[in-house]
């Protein structure tokens, strides 16, 4: 085996084999003597370059000689081998571009049950609802949409179109979506569209208009969008077209107030001003309207008969009026 392993002769082994352990002992003692000269030299050598900041000094200047022989710039290990250029321009990425666009029926029971179908469907049709429940929201959007969800706290919420359960069953309650206050009613189901603008009224008469840009909500816990005092509540939240140039305002005692849209200030959060003056009672209903085209509003009644008052110059007052009673024939709930 020995022969083999380390490529000897017969004699050699021979040899190897009758050796003395001791010559072996010997040999070995050899070796650690001078493995210990070599430290004891090393250990005084460190011992003079500690005691000398001048050997110090000399050692430094000897070894970065030798790393800028090794690793300067013209060397094959220090010379750069990636290049310094200009940035590639950044690229925006919506992670919205990823969700398939297709028609959804967006579906709101009264006790916050929600729920998507597939395509637009009737908005009157009768959908199952769990029992003690019944029907609240319904309206067209897309699966790329969002959903503006206002509660009458004057908190916003944002809810995306995609992540609505199927509407094969009752849905799931929305508040295990979004943090919405077990106290708080849900008063408006929005399609977000960019650069809209929603009138918001309270009960206390005090309103503005606000960009739905402004109020996406980014957690679940919503925004803050209108600040409420004491008992009062948000009561409007309706989108106002291009064309519509002025405001109409109906009170819980059937007052009526018609003023020019300009007086309505832009905000993004707060309480708004004055919209109509009260005695008793509060802001039932507020709208947007364009002047030439008159007051539209819904006849009670079977049927979806609307009238429309294109004479109201009576009920034309600067903004913060009290008003004065509604044209005959409209509706005794004071809502458009």
């Not at 950044?90 to 709101?108: N, Q, R, Y």
């Not at 913060?320 to 509604?326: F, I, N």
Request: aromatic share 6%; hydrophobic share 40%; glycine share 8%.
């Amino acid at each position: 085996v020995m022969m083999a392993e380390f490529g000897i002769t017969d004699r050699q082994a021979e040899a190897i084999l009758n050796m003395r352990l001791r010559s072996l002992r010997k040999l070995e003692e050899m070796e650690l003597r001078q493995e210990k000269d070599k430290l004891l030299a090393e250990q005084d050598e460190l011992h003079k370059l500690l005691d000398s900041p001048a050997r110090q000094r000399t050692r430094l200047k000897r070894d970065l000689a030798s790393l800028r022989k090794e690793y300067g710039e013209d060397t094959p290990l220090g010379r750069r081998r990636t290049t310094i250029a200009e940035a590639a321009p950044t690229v925006e990425f919506s992670m919205d571009a990823m969700i398939e666009k297709a028609p959804v029926t967006v579906i709101l029971s009264q006790k916050g049950w929600i729920r998507g179908a597939s395509g637009h469907e009737p908005l009157d049709r009768e959908y199952k609802y769990k029992e003690g429940d019944g029907p609240a929201f319904a309206l067209h959007a897309q699966t790329t949409d969002k959903l503006l969800i206002a509660a009458d706290n004057g908190r916003f919420f944002t809810l995306g179109c995609d992540k609505l359960p199927g509407a094969r069953g009752f849905g799931e309650p929305i508040r295990t979506m979004l943090d919405i206050d077990a106290e708080a009613q849900i008063i408006a189901v929005v399609v977000h569209r960019p650069k809209t603008q929603l009138l918001l009224a309270a009960t206390s008469g005090k309103g503005f208009a606000a960009l739905t840009d402004e109020i996406l909500a980014e957690t679940r816990k919503g925004r803050q969008v209108v600040n409420l005092k004491d008992k009062v509540r948000l009561r409007v939240v309706r989108e106002i077209a291009e064309a519509h140039d002025h405001v109409a305002v109906v009170g819980d005692n059937r007052k009526l107030v018609v003023f020019n849209l300009e007086e309505l200030p832009m905000m993004a959060r707060g309480q708004g001003v004055a919209l109509q003056r009260y005695r008793d009672g509060g802001l039932a209903d507020a709208i947007t309207f364009r002047l030439e085209d008159g007051l539209s509003w819904q006849m009670g009644g079977k049927g979806d008969r609307t009238r429309t008052e294109t004479d109201i110059w009576q009920w034309k007052v600067a903004r913060g009026a009290a008003g004065r009673m509604p044209p005959q024939g409209f509706p005794r709930d004071n809502k458009f």
